[in-house]
T-cell receptor
Framework: GAVVSQHPSWVICKSGTSVKIECRSLDFQATTMFWYRQFPKQSLMLMATSNEGSKATYEQGVEKDKFLINHASLTLSTLTVTSAHPEDSSFYIC??????????????FGPGTRLTVL | GESVGLHLPTLSVQEGDNSIINCAYSNSASDYFIWYKQESGKGPQFIIDIRSNMDKRQGQRVTVLLNKTVKHLSLQIAATQPGDSAVYFCAETLQGAQKLVFGQGTRLTINP
């Protein structure tokens, strides 16, 4: 149980275009979803926390107009990187909490999406 | 802000030996801790968790130890196997809070 999927697993886009990444909880209802980015050989950096039906809460330094987050249902959240630039190239990972297994605050992570902006 | 590491500490062990991965957490008020395993190109995978009212918890081949006095967490992996090769992250949070704060991670390499 507690499976989280992401789509696409990798994407290459041109500078200036927008890219949408989907995060789905497959077998549980995720009241909260999180979006992280991870640079090579570094830890996960939280970008934003998204509660279903509410506006996302962004971490300091994360541009909310550039990284649009939508959490319209208990099983789906999307991250749209708008006007992507090469410095946005990274590994984007979502997680979801709200499953019945695991302990409090347990987040179940998706497999990640590798974004490369040319 | 969240932990950002400029490089990953590396631990190399012989296959079959026990591995001990250490983590120093930052917030003395944190009361819930989780270890994650991340294989290359994949998302983190939950391994084991522990609440602050415990100092030890065992799972299948893994044991987590918590020392609140020195804000130290460790993950012990028994009889390390090639499939254990990955980066291991500790994460801390407050029960009831939503955010996790991740440590910098340790790369575990298994020598045949």
């Amino acid at each position: 149980g507690a499976v989280v999927s992401q789509h696409p697993s990798w994407v290459i886009c041109k500078s200036g275009t927008s890219v949408k990444i989907e995060c789905r909880s497959l077998d549980f209802q995720a009241t909260t979803m999180f979006w992280y980015r991870q640079f090579p050989k570094q830890s996960l950096m939280l970008m934003a926390t998204s509660n279903e039906g509410s506006k996302a809460t962004y971490e300091q330094g994360v541009e909310k107009d550039k990284f649009l987050i939508n959490h319209a249902s208990l099983t789906l959240s999307t991250l749209t990187v708008t006007s992507a630039h090469p410095e946005d190239s990274s590994f984007y990972i979502c997680s979801a909490s709200g499953g019945t297994s695991g302990g409090l605050n347990t987040q179940y992570f998706g497999p990640g999406t590798r974004l490369t902006v040319l | 802000g969240e932990s950002v590491g400029l490089h990953l500490p590396t631990l190399s062990v012989q296959e079959g030996d026990n591995s001990i991965i250490n983590c120093a957490y930052s917030n003395s008020a944190s009361d819930y801790f989780i270890w994650y395993k991340q294989e290359s190109g994949k998302g983190p995978q939950f391994i084991i968790d522990i609440r602050s009212n415990m100092d030890k918890r065992q799972g299948q081949r893994v044991t987590v130890l918590l020392n609140k006095t020195v804000k130290h967490l460790s993950l012990q992996i028994a009889a390390t196997q090639p499939g254990d090769s990955a980066v291991y992250f500790c994460a801390e949070t407050l029960q009831g809070a939503q955010k996790l704060v991740f440590g910098q991670g340790t790369r575990l390499t298994i020598n045949p």
